[in-house]
């Protein structure tokens, strides 16, 4: 019989780990056994917690979804961006190296500046320039120093029909005004977390997760790029409302946080590991809607 591979996910809940739930039913999966937990019940920064729940269940693969995610709040909040995306992230590594499990964790676009003139490799310098990916960058730097057997997968824009994202602010917002102002100078790739997730299942179909060594870093996005502007527009269309949504400079909207002026990630080097294919911004979105839908009826 298959050995039977124990999975934690952490930060079960949110947008992705949502999907990941939805997604572990298939069949494919059956050799799996997933643990799914939010802070309610493992908090990521308890070093205690976190190493007697991984011997106790003997976890071999961390899947990490758990972050500190408002980009804007992080700039008055630091702290606590940096215990869960920094110090928690190395408590998961840390354990992982002691139960020698492999730690699959998720990282962000946001590790750049934004200067670059095309899509940014796993090689590229980073240079964040916001609290939220200082904090997420020095997660990926705690991964690296811990000596975790593992893999980073850098994504960007993620929105999902669970918990709260810029395309569901952006219906509410249709349904409300007759127009809105959406800045039109920041160019990066919405993804899908659905889409994230399956790439994350068919990840862990083809690994043998107990011969891989070190700790590799991944960009997955989905395919193409547009301008918030040109989302919040397809967002407006394909959901047929009737709002007008007007191009603005990052300089008419004033914010707490900068935000990198282009982020596309180059997929490259994950399509070739592991054959995937991967779907269009544009076309994501339109099953994301139809999802949406049916989770409201
Ligand atoms: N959202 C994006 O646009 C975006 C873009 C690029 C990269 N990413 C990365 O992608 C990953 C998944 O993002 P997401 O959008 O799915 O995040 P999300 O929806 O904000 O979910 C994160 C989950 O982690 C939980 N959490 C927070 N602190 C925790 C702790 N100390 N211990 C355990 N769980 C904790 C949250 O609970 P509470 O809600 O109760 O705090 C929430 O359920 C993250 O690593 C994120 O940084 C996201």
């Not at 997933?34 to 493992?42: C, K, N, Q, R, T």
């Not at 702290?79 to 998720?106: K, P, Q, R, T, Y």
């Not at 999802?291 to 409201?296: A, I, N, R, T, V």
């Amino acid at each position: 019989m298959a050995e039977i591979l124990t999975v934690l996910v952490t930060g079960c809940k949110g947008q992705l780990g949502s999907e990941l739930r939805r997604l572990a039913k298939d069949p494919r999966c059956s050799f799996c056994r997933f643990l799914f937990v939010d802070v309610d019940i493992l908090d990521i920064c308890n070093r205690a917690d976190v190493q007697n729940y991984m011997k106790l269940h003997k976890v071999d693969l961390v899947v990490n979804c758990a972050a500190y995610t408002a980009v804007e709040k992080a700039e008055s909040n630091r702290e606590l961006a940096f215990a869960v995306n920094a110090d928690g992230v190395g408590v998961l590594a840390e354990s992982c190296v002691e139960c020698d499990a492999f730690m699959l964790h998720i990282s962000t676009d946001y590790v750049f500046d934004g200067t670059a003139l095309e899509p940014y490799k796993e090689t590229d310098t980073v240079n964040p320039i916001g609290v939220y990916g200082l904090s997420k960058r020095a997660g990926e730097q705690a991964m690296l120093d811990k000596g975790v057997r593992g893999m980073v997968i850098r994504t960007a824009w993620l929105y999902s029909a669970f918990g709260n994202n810029f395309v569901k602010t952006m219906l509410k917002l249709g349904q409300e005004r007759q127009e809105v102002m959406v800045v039109a100078d920041q160019h990066g790739t919405p993804t899908w977390a659905a889409d994230l997730a399956g790439a994350i299942i068919e990840i862990i179909l083809q690994t043998d997760f107990s011969k891989r060594q070190g700790c590799e870093i991944y960009h997955y996005t989905n395919e193409g790029e547009c301008t918030w502007f040109e989302f919040a527009s397809a967002i407006m269309q394909l959901s047929g409302r009737n709002c007008k949504v007007q191009p603005i400079s990052t300089s008419e909207y004033p914010t707490s946080c900068r935000r990198p002026a282009y982020s596309v990630l180059d997929k490259s080097k994950i399509k070739q590991a592991f054959g995937l294919r991967i779907p269009e911004w544009d076309d994501s979105l339109r099953k994301m809607l139809e999802d949406l839908k049916q989770q409201e009826h």
